[in-house]
């Protein structure tokens, strides 16, 4: 079982340990042969069943010529299949062709839509008259700034897929899961899909503002809830929260300045982060409003840290009061930083330290309490 199955199955019991979802699940099954690859029905208990034993997912190692075969239960007594022809046309883009095979009628393709490659599938118990399931089909694509899953359920009465896409960015600060659903997810036809999908989401790591709500106490989230508190301010007293233990570094060091007990730490594509030794606290300094203007060069004088952005300019942030002014500038880096009688000297640039005048420090403060992830 690779780690994304670990993290799903672990996400599976917390988040979703009551919910009715996993109850739904029956299997998702790793194929089998030839490049055909099958997946049986299965009656299981459900109720007697945790929600991580509840699910059973295979990521699929697959060539673009094969195809996807999955059986499921039609009516009673009898079976249908779904087979997903995937395609490899000359765009380069993947095309998933679905073709529902039912007892009694001729085969009907049903959706042909351009696709990242579908990694699980498998049958649902969803409705409920006994002896019907439906399909799922869960299709995923990882880029450099995002990461695409589509969840899509095949109705086979209706002969229609229902689906939800969930984007989901790789920048710290933006955790909350963008959304996107078919033109027929509303449809009356289509109300146990749809129930089914608005929980099925967590499985696939979705996030919004409840499920991120119990989370400002992990260190993994800190960025995030730096720019709900931070994000919108030019010149203003930023809110910090210390946490316990040491920040994690998922990029690269950019820079590293120790200072004393605290280490300030640049991340690639992320954050300046700073762990105190004295204290075993870790707490986010500043993050770039897009992380491709990741923190490349710190520099420090006195109470006033440099932060030197790969397109955002500069950050000056005085650590005994934790203000936060932004400088723009076309820089990329800085040779000299020095601060006296109240202004910054960055190489040939020199900055006014003054204060800013009351109601202007913070730019959209009200905004910031609001803001999107």
């Given at each position: 079982?690779?780690?994304?199955?670990?993290?799903?199955?672990?996400?599976?019991?917390?988040?979703?340990?009551?919910?009715?979802?996993?109850?739904?699940?029956?299997?998702?099954?790793?194929?089998?042969?030839?490049?055909?690859?099958?997946?049986?029905?299965?009656?299981?208990?459900?109720?007697?069943?945790?929600?991580?034993?509840?699910?059973?997912?295979?990521?699929?190692?697959?060539?673009?010529?094969?195809?996807?075969?999955?059986?499921?239960?039609?009516a009673p007594g009898?079976?249908?299949?779904?087979?997903?022809?995937?395609?490899?046309?000359?765009?380069?883009?993947?095309?998933?062709?679905?073709?529902?095979?039912?007892?009694?009628?001729?085969?009907?393709?049903?959706?042909?839509?351009?696709?990242?490659?579908?990694?699980?599938?498998?049958?649902?118990?969803?409705?409920?008259?006994?002896?019907?399931?439906?399909?799922?089909?869960?299709?995923?694509?990882?880029?450099t700034a995002y990461t695409t899953t589509v969840l899509r359920i095949v109705n086979p009465s209706h002969a229609e897929c229902v689906s939800m896409t969930l984007s989901q960015s790789h920048q710290a600060t933006r955790r909350v899961t963008g959304i996107d659903t078919s033109a027929n997810f509303h449809d009356g036809r289509f109300a146990a899909e749809r129930a089914f999908l608005e929980e099925a989401k967590y499985l696939y790591g979705a996030e919004?503002?409840?499920?991120?709500?119990?989370?400002?106490?992990?260190?993994?989230?800190a960025p995030y809830f730096w720019a709900l508190a931070n994000e919108n301010i030019d010149d203003g007293?930023?809110?910090?929260?210390?946490?316990?233990?040491?920040?994690?570094?998922?990029?690269?060091?950019?820079?590293?300045?120790?200072?004393?007990?605290?280490?300030?730490?640049?991340?690639?594509?992320?954050?300046?982060?700073?762990?105190?030794?004295?204290?075993?606290?870790?707490?986010?300094?500043?993050?770039?409003?897009d992380m491709y203007a990741w923190p490349t060069q710190l520099g420090k004088d006195g109470r006033w840290l440099l932060i030197v952005t790969g397109g955002e300019g500069f950050a000056l942030v005085d650590v005994k009061t934790w203000r936060l002014k932004r400088v723009a500038s076309n820089a990329i880096a800085f040779g000299r930083f020095s601060v006296s009688d109240g202004k910054a000297h960055i190489d040939?640039?020199?900055?006014?330290?003054?204060?800013?005048?009351?109601?202007?420090?913070v730019r959209g403060a009200a905004e910031a309490a609001r803001m999107p992830g």
């Open positions: 079982m690779n780690s994304r199955r670990h993290w799903l199955l672990r996400r599976a019991a917390r988040v979703v340990a009551a919910s009715t979802v996993a109850a739904l699940l029956v299997s998702l099954s790793p194929g089998c042969g030839d490049g055909e690859h099958s997946a049986k029905p299965k009656n299981v208990p459900q109720a007697t069943r945790s929600a991580a034993e509840r699910v059973d997912m295979t990521t699929l190692e697959r060539r673009a010529d094969e195809h996807i075969k999955v059986p499921f239960a039609f009898a079976t249908g299949t779904l087979r997903a022809e995937i395609i490899d046309p000359p765009s380069g883009k993947l095309t998933s062709v679905l073709t529902l095979h039912v007892p009694g009628q001729e085969p009907q393709e049903i959706a042909s839509t351009t696709i990242y490659g579908i990694e699980e599938y498998g049958t649902v118990d969803l409705y409920e008259e006994e002896g019907r399931q439906a399909v799922l089909l869960v299709e995923m694509q990882q880029g919004d503002a409840g499920t991120l709500a119990g989370k400002a106490g992990e260190l993994e989230y007293v930023m809110t910090i929260r210390r946490l316990p233990g040491r920040h994690p570094t998922l990029g690269s060091r950019e820079d590293t300045l120790a200072d004393g007990d605290v280490t300030y730490t640049a991340v690639f594509k992320g954050a300046v982060w700073a762990y105190d030794a004295a204290a075993d606290e870790s707490f986010v300094v500043f993050h770039p409003h040939n640039l020199t900055v006014d330290l003054a204060p800013p005048e009351a109601g202007t420090a």
